[in-house]
């Protein structure tokens, strides 16, 4: 038997990172499933006996292309009007945003529409910054957030409200994004696919076999009590979602998946602006694992440590992985390297692709009208041009972390380009 050598020992690494990650993408693919079969049961348009006041907080920074139809179809949301007020916060901004939120709080006197502008000094810092300006003039027992290209379906709110409001361990409720123009190109068309791929595979999955599941920073409720508890939003974090999660879990609250509360949301139609999100994403979302992982020690954290771990084999052990297991089979068949390992490599990937196609294919089945051969086609090609895509936004988002870690950069806004 030929001695193994330094890339076959890499090689051996990738190979079981990725196996084992796709090993828990079908677990949690099969408690999404399991979740989903229990949504089709579920009555939540049986009225409360006492709805909360609930603040619905807007982030708006040059919303102009978007902000118009976003506020007009929360303004349609089937909740109590006079338990209702919707706060925009207009975020220093230079465009026309203000004067089209002027124009709508004209036109719409019916409706408790508050417009709260910020200049450079008092805004300007980034999402979690106009979160926390919006929920300190903010006066419902619970706190909606809304993206400001987000155009929620009317019954919206009230499924979230009527989920948490029934059950006094959850600390937050969040439902489902749908993309608005999934059909516009290849790239938005992918994006459709990933986000319902991870809704019911991640977030629905993790719900059902761990009572987990992760902020997504919009179509999202939270108990009031909760926030002046952990004092407000972080604003040093840019994934200000998924690190108020965490804060959410380690006061002893659950935060649930409700996808039968949907909204619909514009994503990136050019592959920049695409990727510029992407790595503020990446980026974001270190920020907070390396916040939290002292909880890995913690024997308080143990519900929670889950989350942790996976997060951490997704970013890291993965992510390093993909990225050497691609450049091995590269070189390999470049003829600039050898290794040695008995087997059959190519059926090693061949079987990793189609695992891939078979998880997405089940989550597809989970979403109405999205598992015809078309997308199932279209998960076949995603594997070998989107996703080895985001490893570079991967890379570039370690980049971003720690070039502004060095230079101790303050959060800002990442504006995501609207179309």
């Excluded at 139809?69 to 925009?88: C, H, N, R, T, W």
């Excluded at 992918?190 to 991870?198: A, C, S």
């Amino acid at each position: 038997m030929e001695q193994l050598g330094w890339i076959d020992y890499l090689f051996l690494y990738c190979m079981v990172c990725i196996w084992i990650m796709l090993l828990i993408n079908i677990v949690l693919t099969a408690g999404g499933y399991r979740y989903y079969l229990k949504t089709l049961q579920m009555r939540v348009d049986e009225p409360l006996d006492d709805y909360p006041t609930v603040s619905v907080l807007i982030p708006a920074h040059n919303e102009e292309k978007v902000i118009g139809q976003s506020v007009g179809a929360l303004m349609e949301l089937d909740y109590p009007k006079d338990k209702l007020e919707i706060i925009v916060i207009n975020d220093n901004s230079s465009d026309g945003t203000g004067a089209i939120l002027a124009e709508l709080q004209r036109s719409r006197p019916d409706v408790n529409l508050r417009i709260l502008t910020t200049g450079p000094e008092t805004g300007g810092k980034g999402k979690s910054g106009a979160l926390n300006n919006g929920y300190a003039v903010s006066t419902g027992e619970v706190l909606a957030v809304y993206d400001a290209d987000n155009t929620p379906e009317r019954s919206a709110l009230r499924i979230l409200i009527h989920t948490l409001w029934r059950n006094d361990r959850l600390g937050a409720v969040i439902g489902k994004f749908r993309t608005r123009n999934g059909s516009k190109n290849w790239l938005t068309r992918f994006i459709n696919i990933e986000t319902l791929g991870f809704q019911w595979m991640v977030q629905a999955g993790r719900w059902e076999l761990f009572g987990l599941c992760t902020i997504p920073g919009t179509n999202f409720v939270v108990r009031r009590s909760i926030i002046e508890q952990m004092g407000g939003w972080d604003t040093k974090a840019i994934a200000e979602d998924t690190e108020i999660s965490f804060r959410i879990y380690r006061l002893g609250y659950r935060i649930q998946y409700m996808p039968l509360s949907v909204t619909w949301e514009q994503e990136p139609e050019t592959v920049p602006v695409w990727m510029k999100q992407r790595s503020r994403w990446v980026k974001g979302n270190i920020y907070v694992l390396l916040k939290n992982i002292p909880l890995l020690f913690s024997p308080e954290s143990k519900r929670i440590r889950f989350d942790l771990i996976y997060f951490c084999s997704v970013y890291f052990l993965f992510l390093s992985s993909a990225l050497l297991s691609d450049a091995i089979f590269v070189l390999g068949i470049l003829g600039l390297i050898e290794y040695n390992i008995v087997g059959n490599t190519l059926l090693l990937w061949l079987m990793a692709f189609l695992v891939f196609v078979l998880e997405m294919a089940l989550a597809l089945s989970m979403e109405k009208g999205q598992s015809r051969p078309r997308n199932i086609a279209l998960v076949a090609i995603m594997y070998f041009t989107y996703c080895q895509l985001w490893l570079v936004v991967a890379l570039q988002g370690v980049y971003q972390f720690i070039r502004d870690a060095i230079l101790r950069r303050e959060a800002r806004w990442y504006k995501t380009e609207r179309f």
